[in-house]
């Protein structure tokens, strides 16, 4: 999967949102990995692309795919008791995703 795409590829709009978040209890490998097997085969299915980076007890992610779906995910993730202190930092429509052909990495 690419790191950047060229928008000029991707001419179709998406809704993106992007949000930070710390997490509640020590992250370790193990439980990021489960977090990233989940995620990939759910957002595939939904059709929801982007990228998650975890730092130091840090969570930034971007999400682009169908405003409903990615909204119901955003719920999903606010409801999640592994996360504190959730903050969107940006939710609208976007030209293209930013990384689509990445389910979620």
Not at 37 to 59: C, H, K, P, W
Request: aromatic share 8%; charged share 20%.
């Amino acid at each position: 999967c690419s790191v950047w795409s060229d928008q000029a590829e991707s001419s179709t709009s998406v809704f993106r949102l992007i949000y930070v978040s710390r997490s509640r209890h020590g992250t370790g490998d193990t439980e990021l990995q489960k977090i990233l097997a989940v995620s990939r085969r759910n957002n595939a299915e939904l059709g929801i692309t982007g990228m998650l980076l975890y730092l130091d007890g840090q969570f930034l992610q971007v999400l682009d795919g169908e405003k409903h779906s990615v909204e119901n995910l955003y719920q999903r993730i606010v409801a999640d008791p592994r996360h504190d202190s959730l903050q969107m930092l940006f939710g609208g429509v976007a030209d293209g995703a930013l990384f689509p052909t990445c389910p979620w990495d």
